[in-house]
């Protein structure tokens, strides 16, 4: 099959189209004919290699996956070979008491699609049986591919995590950005007032379309002297951070009391420092979340294909582009999701 394949870490260009072999699946696998996979901050993170994780190599990137079942395992019982089908991205071992008890992002063998294993950058992909979701038959390929992994990830840290209540107010940091787009529409679902913070007004122009009731240009203004002047002084319930160094201060300074921070990235950087004595006396919570749950992803599917949550797709490169791909997402100038198409 041909696949994107890269045999060292480095920038785009170590991405290069190759034929690769087509994978072999187990009694509990399928195996899905790529139609569409997108792009995750993610994968650019396993492309430039991350201190500490041997990534194997060769290695085939991608999280987020459409298609059609092309195979399927002797166990396998719940779909068959022609169906469309989107993947979760999350792979565990389905057994510990992680998983069991439906929080499989808290799994000790948790990877994704794309990460420790091969992923979507390919003509084929194989996953297990409990990775299907349903197709929401409203979406093209590529907008299905668009939503799990962001989309789990925001609904896990909205919902999950920092527990948002309706009328209470959320501060979305990179709007632009898939999560961000994904955090935006959840947060107007669930009744909350969305401020949301972008790098340009032609992304805040695209934030608000999606819902958003207030917006921040974060290049113009003050992030914490807007969000006082929005909430009368009063601070966010909620703030929803995946920037790290480049806004972690002022994402602490918006708190009301009582807030909550929830965190699920550092594109800018790791390094943060907090006031004690402000997180004592403000009562504030910081939280972390990774991904999310594949139970989160079958409620988020069915909101999908009712049309309350929708993909927000950017850009779409054939699959042989996917360096340019790569190198477009980098330059953080996308609203939504860059997407390939196979
Ligand atoms: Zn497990």
Redesign the pocket.
Known sequence: MKAIVFNAHGGPEVLKLSDASEPVIRQNEILVRVKACALNHLDLWVRRGIPGVPIPLPHIPGSDVSGEIAQIGADVTTVRVGQKVVLAPGV?????A??VSGQ?NR???FTNLGYMIDGGYAEFVRAPEVNCLLYPENLSFEEAASIPLVFQTAWHMLVARAELQPCEDVLILGAGSGVGSAAIQIARFFGARVIAIASSDEKLEKAKELGADHLINHKTQKIREEVRRITNKRGVDVVFEHVGTATWDESLASLAAGGRLVTCGATTGYDAKVDLRFLFSRQLSLLGSYMGAKSELHTVMKLVAAGKLKPVVDRIFPLAQAAAAHAYLESSSQFGKVVLKV
Do not use: I, L, Y
């Open positions: 565990t071992c389905g057994k510990c992680a998983c499989d799994c000790r063998q």
